[in-house]
């Protein structure tokens, strides 16, 4: 697919909104890598943050929401964690309106700070035992900002990196932004690992879950100074031009939109699953030793992370939307087998399994956060692609570790996870495909 320089992509996608001659893109390689850079790292603070609370929702479960079931308590704590998500596409809305109209700049640095004082205010968090029912409504309250401020947050990142990522490479500059949301999990993971390492369970379960919480506050402020010295990210944004960007949207790109929340929940479904679930269900299901299950998350994400350059150069040269059909199969084909791997007893299994399912990530991510800013025209690029993620992740992200459990409650089948990941494959492989026949139709035509 020809692009605006002379240079032949196979993205697989409909790429034209980001051919064309008023396309923002960085003026040196230098600039544009250090809007990838910029953008990928701040997703990590996003991301650290929830992954942190879904690693420590069966440590603070019995804190916040004390019950004579344990179950009962952690389907409490991950109905919070659900209820973070329902507000993203509020955030994603107002954020996209304030990137598309005002500045991509002004967004991006406003969602880092507000998702990271957020988390750090769950580490000064009163519990049950000291502040009653007031604790559990705290918690909901300040979730429900980190949703908000969140819901403007990796939508953005992937609409600047696309904008600024040379033609022809734009999927290994779009693996920053998974590579940032996976970073803030591993990361997650290892604090979470160390402090259960360390303290004792005693000590974990009264204070030291707050370590990794407060520790949000270093990382926000790393996250942030690389936001403000962003290049000139905004020079071809015209505020009030185009009318609120959402009714734009909603009008006039509905196809895409609907295509970008389809394969999205492809994404979601599957990730969080992965990076988000699978570490409960080794601690409450399988009864692993926290620590050692905490570690493992961190370093088979991080080995996710570590592929995501190969697939970024993958994806650049057999396409995109290639590249996301080879996660959404991945996924669906490997997750079952996965799950068995898990339940033999073995840790060491139990970790190869963990891999098995987080490989398909490399991919999927990729694809998905390179060919989403595509679908979206420039005016409406930042509220399109913050609306269709969060929605997506609404559907199947935040909801996902809640489903699991509950359906492994419900069915007594410590495998029945893998129906959801199967359902939401599914419906991102019905996105792929149809995202295949327009971009063909298009060449033909």
Request: net charge positive; proline share 5%.
């Amino acid at each position: 697919m020809s692009v605006g320089d002379g240079a032949t992509v196979s993205s697989g996608a409909d790429d034209r909104y980001l051919s064309d001659p008023n396309r923002i893109s960085a003026r040196t390689p230098a600039e544009a890598r250090r809007v990838a850079f910029a953008g990928g790292i701040g997703t990590l603070i996003e991301y650290y943050d929830f992954a942190l609370y879904g690693y420590v929702s069966t440590i603070i479960a019995p804190l916040f929401f004390p019950s004579n079931d344990p179950i009962t308590s952690l389907l409490a704590v991950l109905a919070v964690f659900a209820v973070s998500y329902v507000v993203r596409p509020i955030g994603g809305i107002f954020f996209g309106w304030v990137g598309d109209q005002h500045g991509r700049r002004k967004a991006l640095v406003v969602t880092v700070i507000g998702i990271g004082f957020a988390n750090t205010a769950i580490g000064l968090l009163p519990t049950y035992a000291v502040a009653g029912v007031l604790a559990p409504i705290l918690l909901l309250a300040i979730r429900i900002v980190q949703g908000f401020f969140a819901g403007g947050e990796v939508g953005g990142a992937a609409t600047v990196i696309a904008e600024a990522a040379p033609p022809g490479m734009r999927a290994r500059y779009g693996a920053f932004t998974p590579m940032g949301t996976n970073g803030g999990f591993a990361i997650a993971a290892a604090a979470v690992g160390i402090v259960s390492g360390v303290l004792a369970t005693d000590q974990l379960d009264t204070w030291g879950w707050r370590i990794p919480f407060l520790l949000g506050l270093p990382l926000t402020i790393v996250c942030y100074m690389a936001r403000r010295t962003l290049p000139d990210i905004d020079k071809n944004v015209s505020p009030g031009k185009h009318g609120f960007p959402l009714l734009s949207t909603l009008r006039s790109h509905p196809k895409a939109l609907l295509q970008a929340t389809a394969l999205g929940i492809g994404v979601q479904g599957a990730a969080y699953i992965g990076s988000t679930f699978v570490s409960i269900y080794l601690v409450t299901n399988l009864h692993y030793a926290k620590s050692p299950v905490y570690w493992i998350t961190a370093g088979v994400t991080l080995v996710a992370v570590g592929l995501m350059p190969f697939t970024g150069r993958l994806a650049d040269r057999i396409g995109s939307l290639e590249v996301a059909a080879i996660g959404l199969v991945g996924y669906a084909a490997l997750t079952y087998p996965a799950f068995l791997l898990m339940g033999v007893g073995s840790l060491a299994l139990a970790a190869l399994g963990y891999v098995l399912i987080m490989v398909n990530m490399a991919f999927l991510q990729v694809a998905s956060f390179t060919v989403t800013p595509q679908l979206f025209p420039q005016e409406v690029r930042y509220t399109g692609t913050a609306l269709a993620t969060n929605l997506s992740v609404v559907v199947a992200g935040g909801t996902a570790p809640y489903v699991a459990t509950w359906l492994v409650r419900q069915t007594n089948d410590l495998r029945s996870p893998y129906y959801f990941v199967a359902v939401t494959c599914l419906i991102g492989l019905i996105a792929v495909t149809t995202m295949r026949k327009q971009s063909h139709a298009s060449s033909a035509a």
